[in-house]
Every structure is written in C-alpha cells, then in structure tokens.
C-alpha cells in the first residue's frame, strides 16, 4: 500500500473526485481538510468515502475539551481512517477527542505547523527550535493516549525514537526540484520515509500539476 495521502484542498466536489480518481492507482489514501469540509461538510466527505479509498479527515481541531469530544463525537458516523486535533489543545483535550472516537480512527496531533519556522513560534511567545517544540508535544501527545502526530520530516526522526510506536504523518513535501511555497519545512518524499515517516501528505506537487496521476506515479516511484 502506498504511504501517500493526497491533500485535495479545493472546494469543487466534481475536481476532487476526478482528482482522486485519476491518482487513486499511486496513492493510499486521501486527505479531506477545512477547504473541502468547509464547502460540503460530512455529505461531501460521505461522497468521496465511496471511492473506496481510506479518508484522512484533517479539520485540525482546537478546542476546550468538552467542545472538541463532542465535535468528535459528531463526526463519528463518518468513522475517518484518521483525524487531527492540534497538539497545543492540551493533554486533557487530546484525552477526550481519542475517548470520543470510533475505534478505527487513529487520533493525531499537530505539533508544529511545517509552514512554521522558529522565528513564527518566537513572534507567538514560544522560544527554542522548531525540534524541541515538536519534541515537547510528541511526549504530550503519547502521554495522552492518542495514536500519533503531524510534524515535518526533519523532526519526524527525533519524534520516532521518542516513541517508536507512534503513527507519524509528514507534510510538508517536496520532490527535490518542487516549489516549496508557503511551507517552511519540507523534505523530499524519501528523506521523509527512510526518517519514519508512517504516511507522506502530498497536496499542490500532485493535485496541481498538469497530469496528476502521471505526478503521484513520478513520486511513488522515488519511494
Ligand atoms: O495536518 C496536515 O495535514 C498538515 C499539517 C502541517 O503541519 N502542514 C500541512 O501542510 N498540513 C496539510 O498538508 C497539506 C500540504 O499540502 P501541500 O503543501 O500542497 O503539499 C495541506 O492540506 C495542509 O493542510
């Protein structure tokens, strides 16, 4: 199986589908974020589920605890592959968003935004490196129970010998010659699975090339 998630960020149902579609013999999965669930909510995530493909469902949820369970709680008819709340909503909160999801559904946590560098945290009153920040909230999300983490494939090593059995999700990746726009830390595909990467979300280098499958091929191929 494929390690690669596609992001289809757009809000158009009928391009999202053609795109999944199109790449869905180089991909594992497909990921589902605020621009798409914004546009057409659980209906639209239903309609792409029956592609067949596992849905990573990323709403990047932050929350009191009360309000992010019972969202969780309301997204469960969907039953996600995966789901992301943000690392920084707390122990408690990440506690109660893994108690409020179905089994099947691995709980993850952003650490550190990959379109963040340490300057972006000094300017929000967190100092040190983008490493010892996404450090600190691996061992808040393993010591909360959830299933793993989001974090960029240059700490994705650091965060995997903190917890071996961590689920990792990189972002934030770029085939070498790739524009990085408005991402600050991003990796090759490679770099980011031989460093223990469990999947790879893979958005604009695919979804906005001439011929996405074509993209998905080139990219699986340098795996
Ligand atoms: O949770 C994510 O998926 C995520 C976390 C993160 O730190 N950085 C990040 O880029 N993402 C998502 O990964 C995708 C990256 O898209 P591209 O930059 O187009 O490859 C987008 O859908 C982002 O929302």
Redesign the pocket.
């Known amino acids: 199986m494929s390690p690669i998630y596609v992001?289809i960020?757009t809000p158009d149902l009928a391009r999202a589908k053609a795109i999944a579609t199109r790449t869905r013999a180089h991909i594992g999965g497909i990921?589902l974020?605020l621009e798409f669930f914004c546009a057409h909510g659980q209906h639209g995530v239903r309609e792409m589920a029956e592609l067949g493909l596992p849905i990573f469902l990323?709403l990047?949820l932050h929350d009191i605890p009360n309000t992010v369970a019972k969202a969780v709680q309301a997204l469960s008819p969907i039953e996600p592959a995966i789901l992301?709340v943000h690392a920084s909503g707390g122990r408690a909160m990440l506690e109660d968003a893994k108690a409020a999801a179905p089994l099947n559904t691995k709980v993850v946590a952003?650490t550190?935004?990959?379109?963040l560098d340490a300057s972006d945290l000094a300017a929000t009153g967190i100092g040190g490196s983008a490493h010892d920040q996404v450090l600190r909230l691996t061992e808040l999300a393993h010591e909360a129970g959830i299933d793993g983490i989001?974090c960029?494939g240059a700490e994705v090593a650091a965060a995997k010998k903190a917890w071996p059995k961590g689920f990792f999700?990189v972002?934030?990746?770029r085939p070498a010659d790739g524009p990085a726009?408005d991402?600050k830390r991003v990796v090759t595909p490679r770099a980011a699975l031989d460093a223990g990467a469990s999947i790879l979300?893979?958005?604009?280098?695919i979804?906005q090339a001439e011929d996405p499958d074509a993209a998905a091929r080139a990219i699986g191929g340098t795996l």
């Open positions: 992001a960020d990921k974020g990323d990047k992301t952003v550190m935004l990959t379109s989001v960029s999700v972002p934030g990746v726009g991402q979300v893979i958005g604009r280098p979804t």
